[in-house]
Nanobody
Framework: QVQLVESGGDLVQPGGSLRLSCAAS????????MGWYRQAPGKQRELVAA???????SYTDSVKGRFTISRDNAKNTVYLQMSSLKPEDTAVYYC??????????????WGQGTQVTVSS
């Protein structure tokens, strides 16, 4: 059984920064892709960023240049560094484990989520 535990969510002012962390249990962390989703109230869940086993990254257009996903396989941890935050980044952020198939990221395990609120 894989457990994913997110941390780092907080209330931050527009223009501010946050770093989310996701600690994964289980073996073979380095053999899986990882991703971050978010869901804002009344909106569909969206894939924000994903990272392959070899460190290739992808981002949704709205966060390109502002967010950075990274991983530390020695610590079984994936990060999401967020900067220049905007009110529209407000959402619950979920860490996922997954795989790439045909260029698309698919998740099989999800964390419980961490709240990010961007407001003055």
């Amino acid at each position: 059984q894989v457990q994913l535990v997110e941390s780092g969510g907080d209330l931050v002012q527009p223009g501010g920064s946050l770093r989310l962390s996701c600690a994964a249990s289980g073996r073979m962390f380095g053999t899986f892709a990882m991703g971050w989703y978010r869901q804002a109230p009344g909106k569909q869940r969206e894939l924000v960023a994903a990272i392959t086993t070899v460190g290739n990254t992808s981002y949704t257009d709205s966060v390109k240049g502002r967010f950075t996903i990274s991983r530390d396989n020695a610590k079984n941890t994936v990060y999401l560094q967020m900067s220049s935050l905007k009110p529209e980044d407000t959402a619950v952020y979920y860490c996922t484990r997954g795989t790439y198939w045909g260029g698309t990221y698919y998740s099989d395990y999800w964390g419980q989520g961490t709240q990010v609120t961007v407001s003055s």
